[in-house]
């Protein structure tokens, strides 16, 4: 909402000034976006005439123009206006002024080849309007005005409040000014309408249909006969240009003005083009009607319509139609006062997607008593400017407003507030902000003035009452340092633990969107189902992502392009399995590109592989308490793994919930987003899937013993089918004898020469000692014995003689 | 001359020219060994008469040490002087790098988060999360929001369905629905989280964070609201002072509402919060309506308090003079490593929140 100072100063008195203004205004929950100084140089701005055009020299689309300035002074403007020609009344602006809209400041300068001393407007360029096309079109009116600033030499600044959506009462400049009142800043000025006292008939028949759905409860009109529409006076093109508005005609402007002055929106038509009456009802499906933006609307069912006998004339509280809109010419014109329900404009409206300043207000809420209030305002301002006669007014109406009564327990004040005020000045408060005050025996009984349709319970007086004493007041209670509760949960603690875990692994945290491309998307997503965003912003972002892969992927693609070999980053957050709340499920996700070591001094060239990530995983998996002796792991990966070296973990092998996926990516991926690096590992850590243990870590430690015994290391070499794994191996030599083997490390690994075909050699070292002795030959004799038979056994194995 | 005399004499000359070590083990070997000189002169000790026995074993006894303790400083000197020579022999050059190693960062909106939570749990704020795809109950119409409200308007949000049931949260306080619904009062809790909103420009950014706060109890008031965001603030920013002012606004889950703005200046292109003339609005908050106590069953005749949202990319952004919101998602290893933490860098209470 814009506002001058100069125009609040109708409706209050103050001797303030506006940098009090501005602060009182933002006190009061009534923020001030910006305040912009065109009074500094709008003067610069000047009505002035085309006088001759011709091509330029070096452009097809420009002209050069002459145009007269005023004072005998002719400048030479090139412009690419397709409407600038002889004769045209425009504005003016000349070097050094600044353009309001793209706020630059103008020079003299060359256009291909050609010097232009300033430019011709478009009312988009000074915020005129949404109109780019071309420039500025004035009216001759303008003639004897050619060297004058167009705009008013108002001294006022032009000041944009931000109004919260409760309060359309601040959409009228006189809601902002009674605001100001009550909160000391001036005194409001009694502006009262006098009634029209008129013996003339309203000789248009007006019906608001009863039915269901009905969005217009009351409708009130009068008829103004033999008028003659014209340009507005300079007072009220001042005063709407003042605000950044366009004057059009006086009928139209005088609505408008009436409509920013007191927030009651107005409509005008010219009575003579409609068909024997007014019918309000509701729309049929089908419906079509020409708006005033000279666009056809084909209506659904149930909106509400303003129509005459030839059908609907336009869309109620939203937009008027061309049909019967007023015009120079119009002679005679029905004025419309209506009030319309905020729910039924507010659907129609965004089933029609329109937006216009109507429906701003109406959906907010408009002053129900107000109806009669503008007619006369408007009324006796168009019989002013446009003389004509007034006829009597006429309300139709469905429902009466009631007016709002609260009891209100003075004492909930400073219960919520947290800090008193006197009763006195409570109702002074009131009072001043248009209330209706009794006081009675449980504190005071309030009507709620008309214009604020936000108010209707205790709170509200409450947020009332602290909003004009000032929030200043309010103490500041230091908080109490007491804690009587964890402050995270297990799976919290977890989700922390992992992230630092990770990133001390060498991979920087992202934090990716939580939509995705849906062609990543789909190389990741396997059986998951595709989650659409009906409205998203751009189609690449158009999919929730089932798998944070699709994201990193891309990520890493880019600083891979950036000139980055070696990358590694992670992030931990969710991926989602379904559209209803809850269907999601958080992942550390990471990606390691390129090389671990470059070849230096010191260090031979190395690939990342699967066994870096195999290590972050499950350190990870070991930091955070997890026993790596019981993991359990086979090779069965999604699809976007490479299918041989890849593995699935989970955290025992009882358990049927995977741990995490970790292995190569399958090099179709990378074809397929175009990725060029030497090696691409990942993985995935599903934290849903980890088991929370009941415990505490600290609960969870068996008593603390060691052996001081002696222990043995003995060397084993087993020749196994390829398709043995060597964590069976593992498993089944650790289980041998529990007490006595102590550690089984595999330190090669070997296919080849000497080594029957589809077998391989896998050598383990195994450390073995007692708790209770130390173990002579012949017992560790005995061990041996029994692993190699043991293993034997179990796997097919044959030692390695 | 005593023998004695005669083979202190010899060997302590023959120890004073410069030996190498297998000459000092002969020399050792004369006079130790088992028919060394000195171990000869002791197997003589029972034969001597018994008046200068006593003499006898006193002087040789001395003598003994005397070499003894010679010939083990040369042994230890030349020991030392040829591990002297090998440690010269290894010596490299020490300015050569390392091996290679790589850093891992926590991006600064986790760590962020954990400073706020860090906070909060001080003062007994729990944490709590809710999904990212939200019904339209909770995230609208619990809130105190229904259908129609023009309020709606100032959240673009995404839909996942035609009937625009399913959303993706706008902000994080249907958190408080869900954490009011599931348990009993009084709550005080925090909800730090990711926050959806189909706008997107300079200073716009799809997807963003919140962290919500919510203190219901009995007798909770617009002081106590003060007073907790007082506190936060200047712990967050690590100062001792902050300038900070509520105004009014409007929200419709808060009754009555306010957005708070801390006071800043410029200096050398770097913000300084908490002096200066200019403001910055950084949150909002307000008392929670009865309507949205209603909503989840909660008595607003007996519990009342307050709840507030803030934009955590918003505050990193300050404390850590980051200018552009939308490089947060973008990904780029330049800017991860630079605005990113160790992950070491826990923040804490007695360590401090920052280095």
Known sequence: ?801 | MSDLKKIKDEFLSKLGGKLDIFEINQIKSDLFGKSGLISTQFKKIGTIAESERKKFAYDLNIIKDELQNLINSKINELETAEIKKKLEKEKIDITLPERSFIRGKIHPVSQTIDEISSIFSEIGFSVEEGPDVENEYNNFTALNTPENHPARDMHDTFYLDEKKQRLLRTHTSPVQIRTMLKDKPPFKIIAPGRTYRSDSDQTHSPMFHQVEGLHIDKNINMGHLKGCLNYFIKEFFEVDKIKMRFRPSHFPFTEPSAEVDIGYEMKDGKIIIGEGNQWLEILGCGMVHPNVLKNVKVDPSKFQGYAFGIGIDRLAMLKYGINDLRAFFDCDYRWLNHFGFDPLDVPTNYRGLSR
């Open chain 1, 1 to 801: 909402m814009i506002i001058t100072f100069d125009w609040l100063k109708d409706h209050l008195k103050t001797n303030l000034k506006e940098k009090n203004l501005l602060e009182q205004l933002t006190n009061i929950g009534l923020e001030v976006e910006s305040v912009e100084s065109l009074s500094a140089d709008n003067g610069l701005f000047k009505i002035a005439e085309i006088i001759k055009t011709e091509k330029h020299p070096n452009a097809d689309r420009l002209k050069v123009c002459d145009v007269n300035i005023g004072e005998n002074k002719i400048k030479k403007v090139v412009c690419g206006a397709e409407n600038a020609k002889e004769g045209l009344l425009t504005i003016y602006a000349p070097p050094g002024a600044i353009i309001p809209k793209t706020k630059t400041k103008l020079v003299v300068a060359k256009i291909r080849g050609v010097t232009s001393y300033g430019m011709l407007c478009s009312e988009s360029e000074l915020n005129l309007s949404n109109d780019s096309d071309g420039i500025t079109e004035l009216t001759q009116e303008f003639r004897k005005n050619i060297g004058k600033s167009y705009f008013s030499k108002s001294k006022s600044n032009l000041i944009d409040i931000s109004i919260t959506p409760n309060r359309p009462d601040c959409l009228g400049i006189r809601g902002i000014a009674r605001d100001l009142a009550a909160s000391g800043f001036g005194k409001l000025i009694d502006l009262e309408e006098k009634k029209i006292h008129s013996k003339n008939k309203h000789t248009l028949k007006v019906k608001i249909n009863k039915e269901k759905g009905q969005g217009c409860t009351t409708f009130g009109s009068c008829l103004i006969t033999n008028v003659k529409n014209s340009e507005s006076p300079k007072w009220l093109k001042d005063k709407l240009i003042s605000i950044g508005q366009k004057p059009i005609s006086a009928i139209v402007d005088i609505t408008n003005y009436v409509m920013l002055d007191i927030n009651r929106p107005l409509h005008a038509y010219d009575a003579d083009k409609i068909e024997k009456g007014i019918i309000v009802r509701n729309s049929k499906s089908g419906e079509e009607f020409t708006a005033l933006d000279n666009k056809n609307y084909k209506l659904e069912s149930g909106m509400c319509v303003i129509c005459d006998n030839k059908g609907v004339l336009g869309l109620g509280g939203i937009i008027g139609g061309a049909r019967s809109g007023t015009e120079f010419n119009t002679k005679n014109v029905l004025l419309e006062s209506a009030y319309f329900k905020p729910g039924s404009i507010r659907n129609t409206a965004k089933k029609m997607n329109l937006d216009t300043d109507a429906k701003f207000r109406f959906e907010r809420g408009i002053d129900p008593l107000s109806i009669e209030n503008g007619l006369n305002k408007a009324a006796k301002l168009i019989k002013e400017i446009c003389g004509g006669e007034i006829s009597k007014i006429d309300i139709q109406k469905i429902e009466t407003y009631k007016t709002k009564k609260i009891s209100f327990d003075p004492n909930i004040f400073e219960k919520i507030s947290g800090f008193k005020i006197s009763l006195k000045e409570m109702i002074k408060i009131l009072e001043d902000l248009g209330f209706g005050v009794k006081k009675v025996k449980k504190g005071l009984k309030l009507a709620v003035p008309s214009w604020r349709p936000d108010i209707s319970q205790e709170v509200d007086i409450v947020e009332e009452l602290v909003r004009i004493s000032g929030y200043e007041k309010i103490k500041n209670v230091e908080p109490i340092k007491q804690r009587k509760k964890s402050t995270l949960n297990k799976f919290q603690k977890l989700f922390h633990f992992l992230q630092r875990s990770i990133a001390s692994k060498g991979y920087l945290e992202a934090i990716t969107w939580s939509f995705t491309d849906q062609r990543y998307n789909d190389y990741f997503r396997e059986t998951k189902k595709e989650i659409k965003i009906i409205n998203p912003i751009s189609s690449e972002l158009g999919v929730l992502r089932n798998s944070i892969f699709s994201n990193l992927i891309m990520h890493i693609n880019k600083n891979l392009d950036r000139g980055f070999r070696d990358l590694s980053i992670f992030e931990i957050g969710p991926i989602f399995n379904g559209s209803n709340p809850g269907e999601q499920n958080t992942v550390v996700c990471g990606l390691s590109a390129g090389k671990k070591t470059r070849l230096s001094w010191i260090e031979k060239d190395r690939n990342v592989d699967v066994f870096d990530v195999k290590r972050d995983v499950t350190q990870a998996l070991v930091e955070a308490g997890y026993d790596s002796k019981k993991f359990f792991i086979d090779n069965k990966t999604p699809n976007y793994y490479h299918p041989g070296k890849s593995g699935r973990l989970f955290l025992d092998k009882r358990n049927d919930q995977v741990a995490a996926y970790f292995g190569e990516m399958h090099p179709n991926i990378l074809k397929q987003v175009d990725m060029k690096t030497e090696s691409l590992v990942g993985f995935e850590i599903f934290m849903d899937n980890l088991k929370l243990p009941e415990k505490t870590l600290n609960d969870l430690k068996v008593k603390f013993s060691f052996s001081d015994y002696q222990k043995s290391e003995r060397d084993f070499a087993f020749i196994v089918n390829k398709n043995v794994n060597a964590q069976d191996l593992i498993n089944v030599i650790s289980n041998v004898d529990e007490s006595l083997v102590k550690n089984v490390k595999i330190f090669d690994v070997y296919e080849g020469e000497n080594i029957p075909e589809n077998h391989k050699s896998i050598a383990i070292s195994v450390t073995i000692q007692s708790s209770e002795k130390t173990l002579n030959e012949s017992d560790l004799e005995k061990i041996n014995n029994l692993i190699i038979k043991t293993v034997e056994n179990k796997t097919g194995a044959k030692i390695r003689s």
